[in-house]
């Protein structure tokens, strides 16, 4: 802690292990071009730890499956009809697809799942979940900051800037990097690295609702944290690490796998950057973002 009270509050746990997986999958259950089988035997080949199958306003019971894997599988439904979509994540039951999305945030948020808003970015309007509406509604844990099948669809993959945005006005949630895959092609395009002991259901889900995790296209991450006020960052192949704070102001950039950012020394500036996340750069257009370090005296 610094001397003036002001520190950062860091949502990464130090445990030891880190687990990869995909939460945002569709099989031919709803619009998917693959059975489950086929779909989980394809991420299990890629060294995967986990997976979520999320089909539109189906709940796939995974129990039959789960014993032909070597991965976690995570029950999960995209919320999908008569408004914009909704990630459920550790699914106990269906969810009515009510015009109300608080009442299905709240409903997920009762079966103590993982709630996370989807694409904000996608269609040609790039406005899937508007702002307004994400800036209303509580009690979610995040947004798909990276939405891979949108690489190939009308709008944009990536959506950092709503996240900067609803991070800005004081929310506290976390980023979320998925394949959202419908096609083979769309698998191992952006994945969470989970911080955690055990890749069980429970820990997994225990984990994303802390913000123990990191999003990526293909940076990874080896060691995150904050210590008082500094956030210190290393990874294995990143060739540039961006930091940034309120209103997606780059603060600190620095061109190497390595780097940390301190806090300024007057409280009241960093009481005005609200919130320090790391963007880390690497070869051929790869990222990884880190979750956000709130600013305040905790």
Not at 34 to 42: G, L, Q, S, T
Not at 193 to 210: F, G, P, Y
């Amino acid at each position: 802690m610094s001397n003036n009270g002001i520190q950062l509050k860091s949502s990464y746990t130090g445990a030891s292990n880190w687990f990869r997986g995909n939460l945002h999958t569709h099989t031919t259950r709803s619009d998917g071009s693959r059975p489950p089988e086929a779909v989980i035997a394809d991420y299990d080949s890629r060294g995967y730890d986990f997976l979520a199958i999320s089909d539109h306003d189906v709940l796939v019971k995974l129990d039959g499956y789960q014993k032909e894997t070597s991965m976690t599988l995570i029950p999960a439904v995209e919320v999908t009809a008569r408004g914009p979509h909704v990630l459920q994540v550790n699914a106990e039951a269906w969810i009515e697809p009510h015009p109300n999305r608080q009442w299905v945030i709240d409903e997920i948020n009762k079966q103590g799942g993982v709630s996370v808003l989807n694409h904000p970015n996608f269609e040609a309007h790039f406005n899937h979940f508007p702002q307004e509406q994400m800036e209303f509604l509580e009690g979610y844990h995040g947004i798909e900051i990276y939405n891979g099948v949108i690489e190939r669809l009308p709008g944009v993959a990536l959506a950092t800037d709503r996240w900067d945005r609803l991070l800005t006005t004081g929310l506290e949630i976390w980023g979320f990097a998925h394949d959202d895959s419908h096609l083979p092609i769309d698998v191992e395009l952006a994945w969470n690295m989970v911080q955690t002991e055990n890749c069980t259901v429970e820990d997994i889900t225990s984990a994303l609702k802390a913000g123990s995790f990191y999003g990526s296209t293909g940076v990874t991450v080896t060691r995150v944290g904050a210590e008082g006020t500094t956030v210190h960052v290393e990874t294995e192949d990143a060739q540039r690490i961006r930091f940034i704070s309120n209103a997606g102001v780059i603060r600190s950039t620095v061109n190497a796998p390595e780097a940390t950012f301190t806090l300024p020394e007057s409280p009241d500036d960093a009481a005005q950057l609200g919130y320090i996340r790391a963007e880390c750069y690497g070869a051929g257009g790869r990222m990884a973002w880190t979750q956000p370090f709130f600013i305040g005296t905790f």
